[in-house]
């Protein structure tokens, strides 16, 4: 089992001929609704690529959280820890794209903001001790047999409950550091097993351009994983480095492309692979996200992932 703790959203998008100006006005065309967030993608990449994936995370209770909900058990994934936020809406992101690519976006974080610590405290396996199991039930939270092999963390969601799951589990912790951390992550790096980020995400934690995932090794993880878009990606650990080109495809877009690639990545590490296997596939299965639009929808399967290794 891989546990995703991560942010779920509904992406509402707008095609405008042109962005709109402050105080302006701009008729588009009819709004597109999609299931989104780095949690709900990455946990949706994880299903379709073969793994069993349990999300950690929080939804309002309206009509927005209730889709979300649906679609992620109608891609097989667990939602036994998403909790109901009576407080709070869902999170939503909305995107507004000129005719050339050129966006703007808007996040309302809502209930993804308000998963607390205690609310994940030790769920992301059911021998954790972290957890206080009197608010995870309120907040909805319910208890699970497995434990999970692998967490797949992203930043979407408060840094102490991302703390608090990765404490509370002795499930490999895999911290994909997206979006940029507002805030000093030092102490849950030094917990995290698998660092995984792009260039700008590297430049952002160390201050400075990165070239070399070697560099990212004394934030305190064991093993850092560089991204770098159409250049592949590269890992690192104190034994050695591994480098594997991007697979040659035709773009349509790059979104989604990270969420696959750390999902194939966690299932990969999960089910006993090396970092150099993994890494491949992982590179595989970001370079199918580009090949489609949007983010769900271009997230591969693991049966595409198999076809384009053996190419
Ligand atoms: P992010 O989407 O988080 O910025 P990257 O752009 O580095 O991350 O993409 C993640 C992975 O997806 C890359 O390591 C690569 O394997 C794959 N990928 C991204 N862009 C391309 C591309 N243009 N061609 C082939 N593979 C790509």
Same mark, same amino acid.
């Given at each position: 089992?891989?546990?995703v703790?991560?942010?779920?959203?509904?992406?509402?998008?707008?095609r405008?001929?042109?962005?709109?100006a402050?105080?302006?006005?701009?008729?588009?065309?009819?709004?597109?609704?999609?299931?989104?967030?780095k949690?709900?993608?990455?946990?949706?990449?994880?299903?379709?690529?073969?793994?069993?994936?349990?999300?950690?995370?929080?939804?309002?209770?309206?009509?927005?959280g209730?889709?979300?909900?649906?679609?992620?058990?109608? #891609?097989? &994934?667990?939602?036994?820890?998403? $909790? %109901?936020? =009576?407080?709070?809406?869902?999170g939503? *992101?909305? /995107?507004?794209? +000129?005719?050339?690519?050129?966006?703007?976006?808007t996040?309302?974080?809502?209930?993804?903001?308000?998963?607390?610590?205690?609310?994940?405290?030790?769920?992301?396996?059911?021998?954790?001790?972290?957890?206080?199991?009197?608010?995870?039930?309120?907040?909805?939270?319910?208890?699970?047999?497995?434990?999970?092999?692998?967490?797949?963390?992203?930043?979407?969601?408060?840094f #102490?409950? &991302?703390?608090?799951?990765?404490? $509370? %589990?002795? =499930?490999?912790?895999?911290?994909?550091? *997206?979006? /940029?951390?507002? +805030?000093?992550?030092?102490?849950?790096?030094?917990?995290?097993?698998?660092?995984?980020?792009?260039?700008?995400?590297?430049?952002?934690?160390?201050?400075?351009?990165?070239?070399?995932?070697?560099?990212?090794?004394?934030?305190?993880p064991?093993?850092?994983?560089?991204?770098?878009?159409?250049?592949?990606?590269?890992?690192?650990?104190?034994?050695?480095?591994?480098?594997?080109?991007?697979?040659a495809v035709?773009?349509?877009?790059?979104?989604?492309?990270?969420?696959?690639?750390? *999902?194939?990545?966690?299932?990969?590490?999960?089910?006993?692979?090396?970092?150099?296997?993994?890494?491949?596939?992982?590179?595989?299965?970001?370079?199918?996200?580009?090949?489609?639009?949007?983010?769900?929808?271009?997230?591969?399967?693991?049966?595409?992932?198999?076809?384009?290794?053996?190419?």
């Open positions: 089992t891989i546990a703790i991560g942010g779920l959203n509904m992406d509402l998008s707008v405008v001929a042109r962005l709109p402050p105080g302006e006005t701009v008729t588009g065309a009819e709004a597109v609704r999609g299931s989104g967030g949690g709900g993608n990455q946990a949706v990449a994880v299903a379709r690529l073969g793994g069993r994936a349990r999300m950690i995370g929080m939804l309002g209770d309206d009509p927005f209730a889709e979300l909900r649906r679609n992620l058990e109608a #891609e097989g &994934v667990d939602v036994g820890r998403v $909790g %109901t936020a =009576a407080t709070a809406t869902t939503m *992101a909305l /995107i507004v794209v +000129q005719g050339d690519g050129e966006n703007t976006i996040l309302s974080p809502g209930a993804n903001a308000v998963l607390t610590a205690a609310d994940v405290g030790g769920t992301a396996d059911s021998g954790g001790s972290a957890g206080s199991a009197d608010s995870a039930d309120s907040a909805g939270f319910s208890d699970s047999a497995d434990p999970a092999d692998v967490l797949l963390m992203n930043l979407e969601v408060p #102490e409950a &991302v703390l608090a799951a990765a404490r $509370g %589990t002795r =499930a490999l912790r895999v911290l994909n550091a *997206a979006p /940029i951390p507002d +805030q000093d992550i030092s102490e849950l790096l030094r917990v995290v097993d698998v660092l995984v980020v792009n260039e700008t995400e590297a430049a952002a934690l160390l201050g400075r351009e990165v070239r070399d995932p070697r560099e990212l090794l004394p934030l305190g064991r093993t850092a994983v560089l991204t770098l878009g159409a250049g592949g990606a590269t890992a690192a650990t104190a034994e050695g480095t591994w480098s594997t080109d991007a697979f035709e773009v349509v877009d790059a979104v989604g492309a990270g969420d696959a690639f750390c *999902a194939a990545l966690a299932v990969g590490l999960g089910s006993g692979a090396g970092i150099e296997t993994a890494l491949r596939r992982a590179c595989a299965a970001g370079a199918l996200a580009t090949t489609r639009a949007g983010a769900q929808p271009a997230l591969p399967t693991r049966t595409e992932v198999d076809q384009l290794l053996s190419r």
